[in-house]
C-alpha cells in the first residue's frame, strides 16, 4: 500500500475506473455517489481499442465478454438511399492493427462490470446516496480528490479556472430496437452510421445482439439540465421532421419506437482540470464533448488510468498530466468537429464526401484512427 488516500466523487464510467486504478496502484479509495443505487442511464456506447486495452489491463476480460459485442466493421451509409459508401474494419481486424478489440456495449452493462470488480478491491470503500458538496472537498483529508461527477458536476467550482457547460444546438435521440425486426434493412451484427443533411444516425447491436441501439442526432432546442427526457406527441413531431427527407424505412422506425429518449449535447469550454493542491477534475466533468468521435467514455477511461499512474509518482507529474491529457483531448474534439461536418454535410458537399469515401480502401479509413485508437496508456 502506498499509505495514500483519495475520494473520487461519482460513480460513473470515469469515477469507477479512477477506482480501479488507483486501487490497483495501492491507494486506499473512498469512492462516493450521490444516487442510491446505480441505475441504468442511456442505451448504447461504443469502445474503441484505446478504451478497451485499459479495461482489459484492469482485468475486466471476463465480466465484459458476454455482454461485449466485437462488430466486424464499422459502415458509413446514406440515411436517404441506405446504401454503403465505405467502412472500417473492426473485428479481427482492429485487434490486429490496434492489439485490442473494437466493441459496443449496452452502457448500464458497462457499468454493472466496473462496479463489480470495483467490489472485488478491500482497499475501495464505496458510498451510495452520499452528496457531496464543494465544501465537503475542501475539508476532505483524501491526499487527492478526483471530481468525475459529470457534465453537470456540482463540484466544478473547486477549480477557479475550469470550463463551463454549453448547449451545442444538437439533441440525441436514443432508440432500443428488436434486433429480428430490424435485420430487415440493417445489418444487425455491425456498426452503421447513416448520414444525411445536418442530421446521422447511428446503429450497432447491444444485450447480447438481441436489440439494436439507434442514436439520432440532429439540430434542436435546449430542454434544460438533465441526462434523458420523456418523449411527447410535440417533441417526437420534431424528431420526424428532421429526418422528413430520409429513407422511409428509417422514418417508420422512429416512428414505432416504443423505447425513446432524447438528450441535449453539451458540451465543456477548455479549461483547468488541475487546481494545483489536491483536486482534479476527468471525464465529462472536465471536457465533455460532442459524440462525433465516439470518444466521450473512451476519454474518461483514459484519463483515469493516466491520473493513477501520474498520482502515484508526485504531485508534480499530474501537472504533467493535465497537459497531455488537454492536448489528447483538443485532437479528439477536432476529429468530432470534422465527423460532425462530413456526417451532417448537405448539397454539393454530401454528394463530394461520398464520392471521396467511396475511392478511400478500408485500410486508408483505418489507418486514419491509428493515432486514436492505436494510442497506447502509461505501462500499456
Not at 21 to 27: D, E, L, N, P, V
Not at 54 to 75: D, F, N, T, V, W
Not at 184 to 192: A, E, F, K, M
Amino acid at each position: 500500500m502506498t499509505g495514500k488516500t483519495v475520494d473520487i466523487i461519482g460513480a460513473g464510467m470515469a469515477g469507477l475506473t479512477a477506482a480501479l486504478a488507483f486501487s490497483r496502484k495501492g491507494w486506499t479509495v473512498r469512492l462516493r455517489e450521490q444516487t442510491a443505487e446505480l441505475r441504468e442511464v442511456g442505451a448504447g456506447l461504443q469502445l474503441s481499442p484505446n478504451a478497451t486495452r485499459i479495461l482489459l489491463a484492469l482485468g475486466l476480460g471476463e465480466g465484459l465478454a458476454p455482454s461485449l459485442h466485437k462488430p466486424g466493421r464499422i459502415a458509413l451509409a446514406s440515411g436517404l438511399s441506405l446504401n454503403t459508401i465505405a467502412y472500417v474494419p473492426a473485428g479481427a481486424e482492429a485487434e490486429r492493427r490496434w492489439q485490442a478489440p473494437y466493441g459496443v456495449i449496452h452502457r448500464a452493462d458497462l457499468q454493472n462490470a466496473l462496479f463489480e470488480a470495483v467490489g472485488e478491491y478491500p482497499n475501495i470503500t464505496v458510498e451510495l446516496g452520499v452528496r457531496t458538496e464543494p465544501a465537503d472537498i475542501g475539508d476532505s483529508d483524501a491526499d487527492l480528490v478526483v471530481i468525475a461527477d459529470g457534465v453537470w458536476s456540482a463540484n466544478r467550482s473547486r477549480l477557479k479556472h475550469a470550463g463551463t457547460p454549453s448547449f451545442t444546438g444538437l439533441v440525441a435521440w436514443r432508440m432500443l430496437v428488436d434486433a429480428d425486426i430490424a435485420a430487415s434493412y440493417i445489418d444487425p451484427l455491425n456498426v452503421t452510421a447513416f448520414m444525411g443533411p445536418e442530421s446521422h444516425l447511428v446503429a450497432y447491436p447491444v444485450k447480447e445482439g438481441t436489440r439494436i441501439n439507434m442514436v439520432a442526432i440532429t439540430t434542436g432546442e435546449d430542454p434544460g439540465r438533465n441526462w434523458s427526457y420523456a418523449t411527447s406527441t410535440d417533441n417526437r413531431a420534431t424528431l420526424f421532421e428532421r429526418f422528413s427527407r430520409w429513407h422511409p424505412t428509417l422514418r417508420t422506425t422512429m416512428r414505432e419506437a416504443e423505447e425513446i429518449t432524447y438528450w441535449p449535447l453539451y458540451q465543456m469550454s477548455d479549461g483547468a482540470y488541475f487546481d494545483g493542491g489536491k483536486t482534479v477534475l476527468v471525464g465529462d466533468a472536465a471536457h465533455a464533448m460532442v459524440p462525433f468521435a465516439a470518444q466521450g467514455a473512451a476519454m474518461a477511461i483514459e484519463d483515469a488510468w493516466e491520473l493513477a499512474a501520474a498520482a502515484s509518482e508526485n504531485r508534480t507529474a499530474i501537472f504533467s498530466w493535465e497537459e497531455q491529457r488537454r492536448a489528447r483531448v483538443g485532437r479528439a474534439r477536432k476529429r468530432a468537429a470534422f465527423n460532425r461536418f462530413a456526417y451532417h454535410a448537405r448539397g454539393p458537399v454530401r454528394l463530394g464526401r461520398d464520392v471521396v469515401l467511396s475511392l478511400r480502401k478500408p485500410e486508408q479509413l483505418a489507418a486514419d484512427l491509428d493515432w486514436l485508437y492505436g494510442w497506447r496508456a502509461t505501462g500499456l
